[in-house]
């Protein structure tokens, strides 16, 4: 395990968690941070009936308030969720887990380590802890993860499938 404890925004929890690969999370990173922002996000969904996580049952996720206001250049581009997981991965000095391009690119703006939904799988692939990542990709897309070719086949090529 490379890292003792990273921050996540919603979408790779959910990602993840529709995949069936959510256990991935901790043994790839150990403890996740997800700030109250995240996990209003997931109970709103949960209410909507969306598959996601029963986040209290995770006893490796952990919800922190970040100490900072998360108020940077560009957050008024990102939701709620971003925001705060930005500040708190700031707050940190931690990598953070996100997927979208505007949240990526404000927390590679500000120096943090990122990785999305595909860099976990990849990662995990590269760990032995999954045989392949093509379904896994598939069945994510189909859920509503938006992925152009060219990432999908950077991925594919980085999990070498």
Known sequence: MAESVVVSDTSPIQYLHQAGQL???PLLFGQIMVPPAVVAEVAEGLRQGLDLPDLSALPWIVERQSD???????SADLDAGEREAIALALQLHCRILIDERAGREVARRLGIARTGTLGVLISAKKAGLIPLVTPLIDRIVQRGYRLNESIRAE?????GE
């Open 23 to 25: 256990g991935l999370l």
């Open 155 to 159: 991925a594919l090529r980085l999990a």
């Open 68 to 74: 900072a206001v998360p108020n940077f250049l560009g």
